[in-house]
């Protein structure tokens, strides 16, 4: 079993809808939470990061984390052609600095 | 946010030949710095843990002999890919840890694509 699952997608949804991305882990000495966005050939650009259990919102975005459940979600409201990219998420451990990354979730906004 | 370089962006070489790669942090100081690679619809996996004036620290699989790095300043660290092959071609990406901030996330670099023929 992966430490961080992510549903790889590709997953295909109409302009304007709200997004739903999550990730499961199974280590609860995880402590920082993060979402990148990674466009195709380029590096990862951090969306968002939190490490406390709860809601953080970010413009269109909401990084939502419940450490009771393992459970990360980042969700994204009136969703753009340009928000079209592979969504990674990626947590750190207790006193650690190494980033685990779940396996990305390719998303589409269709016109 | 913070800026990450790379240089270069993109390389292409003969098998048998050695590549380098800068990661540069334009923004701040970096005591850490991290170098991934990532294979097509893969995600990152990380090869090392560069630390400023110290030997770098590679992860499980990866040969410290063909994966040179070098950190020699707060803002710039070199990785080299020796006697490259074509099973080494690869999207390299570094990112880097705020000095100030330690237990903040990373900031990546565009990526370096290298393609041995």
């Known amino acids: 079993q992966k430490e961080v699952e992510q549903d790889p997608g590709p997953l295909s949804v109409p302009e304007g809808a709200i997004v739903s991305l999550n990730c499961t882990y199974s280590n609860s000495a995880f402590q920082y939470f993060m979402w990148y966005r990674q466009y195709s050939r380029k590096g990862p650009e951090l969306l968002m990061y939190t490490y406390s259990s709860g809601n953080k919102e970010d413009g269109r975005f909401t990084a939502q984390v419940d450490k009771s459940s393992k459970y990360i979600s980042l969700f994204i409201r009136d969703s753009q052609p340009s928000d079209s990219a592979t969504y990674l998420c990626?947590?750190?451990?207790?006193?650690?600095?190494?980033?685990?990354f779940g396996t990305g979730t390719q998303l589409k906004v269709e016109l | 946010g913070a800026v990450v370089s790379q240089h270069p962006s993109w390389v292409i070489c003969k098998s048998g030949t050695s590549v380098k790669i800068e990661c540069r942090s334009l923004?701040?100081?970096?005591?850490?710095m991290f170098w991934y690679r990532q294979f097509p619809k893969q995600s990152l996996m990380l090869m090392a843990t560069?630390?400023?004036?110290?030997?770098?620290?590679?992860e499980q699989g990866v040969e410290k002999d063909k994966f040179l790095i070098n950190h020699a300043s707060l803002t710039l660290s070199t990785l080299t890919v020796t006697s490259a092959h074509p099973e080494d071609s690869s999207f390299y990406i570094c990112?880097?840890?705020?000095?100030?901030?330690?237990?903040?996330?990373?900031?990546f670099g565009p990526g370096t694509r290298l393609l041995v023929l």
């Open positions: 560069s630390n400023e004036g110290s030997k770098a620290t590679y």
């Open positions: 990112s880097t840890l705020p000095r100030t901030k330690p237990q903040e996330t990373q900031y």
């Open positions: 990626a947590m750190v451990l207790r006193g650690g600095n190494k980033l685990t």
């Open positions: 923004d701040f100081q970096a005591t850490t």
